[in-house]
Structure formats: C-alpha cells, structure tokens
C-alpha cells in the first residue's frame, strides 16, 4: 500500500469510527447547534459549527465514512458493483423515486405522459390533471453528476408537450423549448432527450407548453448528487410547491391528503423546496423550531441562513436541513392563510412533519428538552 492509500484507508478508518460512535455524538452536536449552544457548552471536545463534523470532511473534498456515501455514488464503485438499474421507489413524501436502465452507459429513462383525473384531498373534487408515469409530481429523477443520462419522453396526450430541465447546463438542443431548440412533441411521438448531470444540487423539471400543463402535474424533481458527496442528511424529503389548475398544493395534493413526513429528535431532516408556481411567491413557515437554508437553486450556500420562514417564488429551489429538538406533529404550511386554511379548517398548503423522540440518547438541556 502506497503512502497516500494508506492514510486514505487511516482516514476511512477514522471516520467510520467516528460514524460507529457517530449518530449520538453527531446528533448531541446538531441538538446543541439547533438549540444555539456550541459544543463547547455542551462539553463535547468538537467543533461547533452550526452542522456536524461531516460537513466539514465533506467541504474539505475529503472521501466521508462509507455508511454514508449515496447509494449510487461514484466513490462506492470499489466496494459495491456498479448498480445498474434503478426500480420506481416511495420516497415517503408523496414523490416517487423515477426507475431506470443503464443502456451503452447512459442511465436511460421512459417517461409517458398522459391526461389523469386527479384528486387533491379525500372526498374533494376531481381534476382534469396530466401525470408522468402515473404520478403527480412527476417522479423524481435522481442521478450522480458526471452521468450521461437519456429521457425517452412519450405523449400520450391529445395535445402536444415538451419537457425543460430546469437549472441543467447542457447542450441548447436539449433544453425542451418547442419553437425555439425543437419542434413540440405531438400527441402520440415520443421524443428523446439526452445530457451529461454536470448541474449538481436539487433542481425540476417540468412541461414548457401551454401555460397550464405544468400546474396540472407536469412536473418533477430533479436531483443531481455531487461526486464529492451529497449534504449529510437522515431523512430526505421534497415538497413541491404548486398553486395552479390543482389549488394549492403540496406534492400535487391539499390537506388533508399530502403526505405527512416522519422523523426523529436530533436527526438531519433534509426538505427540498421546490416553487413550480405558475403563479405566486409562497412563504413557508416551520413550527417548533428553525431550519438552515443550505442550498439554493442546486448551489451550496458558503454560510447556511438559519430561519423559521422562507419565500419561495416561482422557479426557485431551496435545500433545508432542520434538527428537530422536541417531538410532536409540527406544521410545515404557507403562511399565507388564503393558502392553507378555511374557516373550516386547514386546507391546501400544510403537512405536518410527526416527530418521535431520539433514537439515541440526546443530552437533556433544562429548560428546553428537560
Ligand atoms: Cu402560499
């Protein structure tokens, strides 16, 4: 073993010793953090940044513990064989991750898209809705960066379509403009798209024509993980904002009917917030706590923004990380109330996020968790 393997294979055993020890000591640092201690005054000989340690390995281009690289990531490849398809999975929020071959070493993926009567809520009204694959949103797409990836896109419409990749850097051809860099999609022909992932962080993807197809389901996440590893998180969730044919909604669906997303005290709880419009500014508001804004657009923010409420308008992307510090069934809503609440109740844009208590012991702060 050369002298750079081996304090390679050091640091990997390091770090996945600090992983082994590591939830209890990681969350005991992102509890302090979230309750605005330093680990200094918590008496944990770590460095208190306002994430825990792995951020730093991860900013420092380092290789992180194997648990904790992403399941398909490049830097796996010599521990795992390189997989080499994906099944459609439940993301437990509402969202479906999209399934895919590797064909001549292009992730290849089918997408169909059709007319669905659609309701947003149990026992509410019926929409005429257009769904990808079955589903609203749109699946999500997720490949690491670096992958050439082919979209084989068929409209089973009776109107045409075309498909954006929103915030990608690709060749102009490719970037789903009917009348502009292509002729539309008609109904029935299928249309292929094909790009390398070079744009890394949480991005969409949506229909570009006729105003009204991209408010009635047509669009996706698109989630490009970096080479270098992806933000440390426990729990990964989107929330697609929407306000158009559907009412307001997340995840295609208003209260009661979104998905209610699951987490524990002191986890990494990752919510990517997605505003597809194709209307209106939202400004989503977190109870029981606060949350740091870590990326946006798909871009790492040098110093993450700790807030309770974030304006998400129309295009943009944000990437949250929230630490739980009590349990409980927390609201994640628009604070505009014509948004998310009748005089009947809540409505439209509001989940709740149900919290458990820690899976490991978490020190007790009096006053706040004692
Ligand atoms: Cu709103």
């Known amino acids: 073993m050369s002298s750079p393997e081996r304090s390679r294979a050091g640091l990997r055993e390091l770090l996945a010793t600090f992983h082994d020890r590591g939830s209890r000591v990681v969350r005991f640092v992102a509890i302090g953090a979230a309750l605005g201690i330093g680990a200094a005054g918590i008496g944990v000989a770590v460095p208190s940044s306002s994430a825990p340690s792995q951020v730093a390995v991860e900013e420092a281009g380092l290789p992180k513990a194997a648990s904790e690289l992403p399941a398909s990531g490049p830097a796996q490849a010599e521990a795992q064989p390189v997989r080499t398809s994906q099944a459609e999975q439940d993301l437990g929020d509402g969202t479906t991750l999209a399934a895919w071959e590797m064909k001549d070493g292009v992730k290849e993926f089918h997408l169909n898209v059709a007319p669905m009567q659609w309701q947003t809520k149990p026992g509410g009204r019926t929409f005429d809705a257009m769904a990808i694959n079955g589903h609203i949103p749109a699946p999500t797409i997720r490949v690491n960066e670096g992958d050439k990836v082919r979209f084989v896109v068929k409209n089973d419409m009776p109107q045409d379509t075309s498909i954006h990749w929103h915030g990608m850097v690709l060749p102009n051809d490719q970037d789903g403009v009917p009348g502009l860099t292509q002729a539309p999609i008609e109904p029935g022909q299928t249309y292929t798209y094909e790009w390398k992932a070079v744009s890394t962080g949480t991005h969409w993807y949506h229909s570009h024509m006729h ?72 400004s989503i508001h977190l109870h029981g706590g606060y949350f740091e804004v870590v990326a946006q657009d798909g871009h790492r923010k040098p110093i993450p923004e700790r807030m309770d409420t974030l304006n998400v308008g129309v295009g943009q992307t944000y990437d949250l990380i929230w630490v739980p510090v009590r349990p409980g069934k927390w609201m994640i809503h628009c604070h505009i109330f014509s948004h998310s609440e009748t005089p009947n109740g809540m409505e439209g844009m509001v989940t709740i996020a149900n919290i458990e208590p820690a899976t490991v012991k978490l020190p007790s702060i009096p006053g706040v968790t004692g």
């Open 211 to 282: 105003g009204d197809q991209e408010g009635r389901g047509l669009y996706g996440s698109l989630e490009i993980v970096p080479a270098l590893g992806d933000i440390p998180a426990d729990r990964d969730y989107r929330i697609i904002i929407g306000d158009g044919p559907l009412g307001f909604v997340f995840n295609g669906k208003s209260f009661p009917g979104t998905t209610q997303l699951r987490g524990n005290v002191g986890e990494r709880i990752r919510i990517r917030l997605i505003g597809t419009g194709p209307e209106m500014i939202h």
